[in-house]
C-alpha cells in the first residue's frame, strides 16, 4: 500500500533522495478519478516493492508540494529517478499506462 507524504522534508528524504524510482500519486480525497485510481497504485506498490518507491500527496494536506510541482489538476502522477521528474501523466490511467511510466 502506497504510504501517504505530509511534509516537504519527508518528500525530499524519502521521494528526492531515493535510491530508486519512485512514483508519486498527487491525489484529493474528494477526487472520485483519484478514489478510481487508488487500488492500481496500491497494486503497483505491492508488485514493485523495493524497484521502485511509491508515495501518495493529499493536495489539501500538502499545497505547498502541489504547488511546487504544478500539479493543477488530480489525480496527477509523477515518477522521479534521481530526484528529478522522468515522467507525468494526468488524470486517472489504466494500470498498463502507470506500469509503462515506470
Known amino acids: 500500500m502506497a504510504e501517504v507524504i505530509k511534509t516537504a522534508d519527508e518528500f525530499q528524504t524519502k521521494v ?43 493536495i489539501d494536506q500538502s499545497p505547498d508540494l502541489a504547488f511546487k510541482y504544478q500539479v493543477s489538476s488530480v489525480p496527477t502522477l509523477i515518477v522521479f529517478e534521481n530526484g528529478q521528474i522522468k515522467n507525468e501523466r494526468l488524470g486517472a490511467q489504466p494500470k498498463q499506462n502507470i506500469r509503462a511510466m515506470l
Not at 21 to 27: A, E, G, N, Y
Not at 35 to 58: F, H, L, N, S, W
Open 16 to 58: 528526492l533522495e531515493a535510491k530508486t524510482p519512485v512514483l508519486v500519486d498527487f491525489f484529493a480525497t474528494w477526487c472520485g478519478p483519484c478514489r478510481m485510481v487508488a487500488p492500481v497504485i496500491d497494486e503497483i506498490a505491492t508488485e514493485k516493492a523495493g524497484q521502485v518507491a511509491v508515495y501518495k500527496v493529499d
